[in-house]
């Protein structure tokens, strides 16, 4: 089946899908974006990327390219005439196409694009067994990480870095010693006590889809959740460690920096929080 992009109200073949040289997303990193997992079919959690994406739109006063309605039409096609059935969807809002000025352009339409990949769910039932490696990294990221920006540099060179050190995720860690974030995933440890920690997301990361859906499934499986922040020291002395994201859900972490986190194995709670999330997912799909 041939891979078919929306690009600005076009359906169009993947390899002939294109924007224009002066879109301000290409030329100053000018637009926002929202990644949803596709499980079995079903486009998890479409609602709240939605809000998160108006959020982001309306941080940067940037339009909305269409209503709620026809995007969750359009990216429902978008999945649909790919035939993905597991994977992934991407949405891409840029302010649009204009002369370059740093300064917004006047009447100008934003841009949109859609793309959506298959992904083979074995690939990360591999990862959830062997569990992941993680390098930390000083944070070096503008303060409006809870924008979802296509700005992503900083992200790019610190996921490369990790991949250089044989690892599979970086965390940005704070002036004060504190774990923010990984370059594409929120970051969580398991106390000695069976507590979930993760930070708060007023500041300083993205408030993930997952990481908020994650406090229902644990919940639903009776555990805390203590929204604080945790240093490097006290991720690597806990009993687990794990990441989320929509395109790994929850992946257990074995190693931070070299050392590794108790005795090196993916974690039960990690685990079983993955387990319960597909669950819930399952649930929504009957
Ligand atoms: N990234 N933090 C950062 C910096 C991220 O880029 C992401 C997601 C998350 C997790 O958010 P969510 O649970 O909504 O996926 C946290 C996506 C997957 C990406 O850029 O591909």
């Known amino acids: 089946m041939p ?51 108006d959020r982001s739109l309306k941080e940067l006063q940037m339009a909305a390219p269409m209503s709620r309605g026809a995007l969750e039409i359009v990216i429902a096609e978008v999945v649909r005439r790919n035939g993905v059935r597991n994977g992934l969807v991407y949405l891409q809002v840029t302010r649009g196409v204009a002369r370059r ?13 859609i793309i959506s990949k298959k992904i083979d769910p074995a690939i990360n039932a591999r990862r959830a067994e062997q569990g992941i490696k993680v390098i930390t ?27 250089a050190a044989g690892a599979q995720e970086a965390w ?24 979930l920690v993760t ?35 006290e991720a690597k002395a806990a009993r687990e460690a794990f990441i989320t994201s929509a395109t790994t859900v929850v992946l257990p972490v074995v190693e931070i920096d070299g050392a590794p986190v108790a005795n090196g194995h993916p974690g039960t709670v990690a685990l079983s929080l993955r387990g319960a999330f597909f669950d819930v997912a399952e649930k929504r799909l009957a």
């Open 199 to 233: 930070r708060p997301a007023e500041h300083g990361i993205l408030r993930g889809i997952t990481r908020t859906s994650l406090f229902e499934v644990a919940a639903s499986l009776g555990l805390k959740i203590e929204e604080r922040g945790f240093s490097v020291s």
């Open 172 to 195: 940005f860690v704070d002036t004060e010693g504190y774990v923010k974030e990984g370059g594409s995933s929120n970051a969580w440890i398991v106390t000695a006590d069976g507590v």
């Open 101 to 113: 000025d740093f300064l917004f352009p006047a009447d100008t339409k934003p841009s949109l694009v």
């Open 3 to 53: 891979r078919i992009a929306f690009v600005n109200g076009r359906y169009v073949p993947h390899a002939d899908a294109c924007v224009h040289v002066e879109d301000r997303g290409y030329q100053f990193a000018d637009g926002v974006y929202e990644v949803c997992e596709v499980a079995r079919g079903y486009i998890m959690d479409m609602p709240r990327h939605l809000g998160r994406l």
């Open 137 to 163: 990294v000083p944070e070096n990221r503008w303060e409006r990480v809870d924008i979802k920006s296509v700005g992503l540099l900083p992200n790019v060179l610190a996921k490369e870095k990790a991949r």
